[in-house]
């Protein structure tokens, strides 16, 4: 996947345009799909702290969610800022799209 090059003469910027497959989208809809799930959970946690299946479930669904974000990230750069994403070299988050612009 090689990114296009855009520069927007206004700001003097430079873009980078990704062309993103299909494959990404898939990986971005699964993660969604499991941070629905772990909200869901959190909520319903709040209410009933004493349930050990939905607390397994959430810590489940936890790490299920972290190696699918480590793997996306790997892929297609990181997805949250303030160091809960490493960053490659280059520096990725001069990179677009990011994931909630998609």
Do not use: C
């Not at 989208?25 to 319903?44: C, G, N």
């Amino acid at each position: 996947m090689s990114p296009n090059i855009e520069r927007d003469e206004r700001r003097g910027l430079k873009k980078m345009k990704m062309k993103l497959d299909n494959e990404y989208y898939r990986r971005l809809h699964e993660m969604q799909a499991i941070d629905f799930t772990l909200v869901e959970l959190q909520l319903y946690l709040d209410t009933h702290p004493q349930d050990m299946q939905a607390l397994q479930q959430f810590n489940h669904f936890s790490q299920v969610r972290r190696k699918l974000a480590q793997e996306f990230e790997s892929m297609y750069g990181p997805l949250q800022n303030f160091g809960n994403s490493y960053s490659g070299f280059p520096w990725q988050w001069n990179d677009t799209p990011w994931p909630w612009q998609v």
